[in-house]
């Protein structure tokens, strides 16, 4: 079964990597064309006609890459019999199911379909990544021997970041736009505002995530706050967060200032996550 698990974790990957090349191809070949409006002579407007089929298959290459991701990590919960969060492998993927998650989401309620076009090849970077950490099945270390909190307070990081690369994503395709003649990214009012909503749908799971992440570590430490490298990487990407909705709410912030702020906190979250990598501290699980 472990193996099962990791096979379909690879063919997430491959189909990452598929639907990116799809949303690249449906978006980039969808042109702007200009038609006589109902009703009469009167001028023209400008309508885009896109590669629907090419879209299509994009959306449903994204579908099935999180499904069997989301098939991937049940099955190792199975094996190791708690959530699959406890090393940087499962974490990897963890992460890349977040960014899916909340992906899927937006495409389906924003119709936020371009933002595929930077987000997929970020979760297929993450995807790529994993493969190259151990898989191997360990004990867990005592400090995560908590189930609830394991369950509870990773899921609610993988989903805040998962929705802060939605919400960098936008920034990106905000400052590209203007360089790019590709019609089907929508305008930068409409990215402007999809990267707010992913902020805002992130900025209440992070904070959770730290307040459980704070409580958790009184009870496996002693003590609510250590300074370790993680937990203060963790609290600088809720302020930057918090800092983009102050700005936004109290000063209208926009344009391509607002942009830069997302893709700091995205790069925040990279942070947070690869830290332990260089400085080590008390969540170095591996």
């Known amino acids: 079964m472990l193996d099962l698990s990791q096979y379909c974790a690879v063919a997430a990957a491959m189909l ?9 191809a ?4 969808t042109r702007r064309v200009a038609v006589a409006p109902a009703g009469g002579p009167g001028g023209t407007a400008d309508v885009t006609t896109a590669a629907r089929g090419v879209s299509w298959y994009a959306t449903k290459f994204t579908q099935l890459a999180f499904a069997l991701l989301t098939a991937s990590l049940v099955l190792r919960w199975i094996v190791v019999k ?25 495409e389906a309620r924003h119709h936020a379909r371009s933002l595929g076009l930077a987000l997929l090849p970020m979760t297929l970077a993450m995807l790529l990544y994993a ?20 369950t509870t307070h990773v899921l609610f990081a993988v989903l805040g970041y998962g929705a802060a690369a939605v919400a960098s994503a936008a920034g990106i395709l ?3 736009k203007p360089r790019v003649k590709w019609a089907a990214i929508p305008s930068l009012d409409r990215i402007d505002e999809l990267g707010y909503r992913a902020v805002v749908f992130a900025f209440p799971l992070l904070t959770v995530m730290n307040i459980q992440g704070a409580i958790w570590a009184n009870i496996a430490w002693g003590r609510y706050w250590s300074w370790d490298p993680k937990e203060t990487a963790a609290l600088m990407t809720w302020l930057i967060y918090g800092a983009y909705i102050h700005a936004r709410v109290t000063k209208d912030w926009r344009g391509s200032r607002s942009a830069w702020l997302l893709i700091l906190g995205f790069v925040a979250v990279l942070f947070t996550f690869f830290g332990n990598h260089w400085f080590g501290g008390l969540h170095s699980y591996g």
Not at 89 to 98: D, H, K, L, P, R
Not at 139 to 144: D, G, I, N, Q, S
């Open 131 to 150: 493969e190259t950490r151990s898989a191997e099945v360990a004990p867990l270390v005592p400090a995560l021997q908590h189930p609830l909190m394991l």
């Open 16 to 24: 990452t990597a598929i639907a990116s090349v799809a949303f690249i």
């Open 82 to 106: 708690h959530a699959p969060y406890a090393n940087q492998y499962e974490f990897a993927c963890s992460f890349a199911w977040g960014m899916l998650a909340v992906f899927v989401y937006f």
């Open 174 to 176: 905000y400052l590209i």
């Open 26 to 29: 449906s978006q980039t070949t």
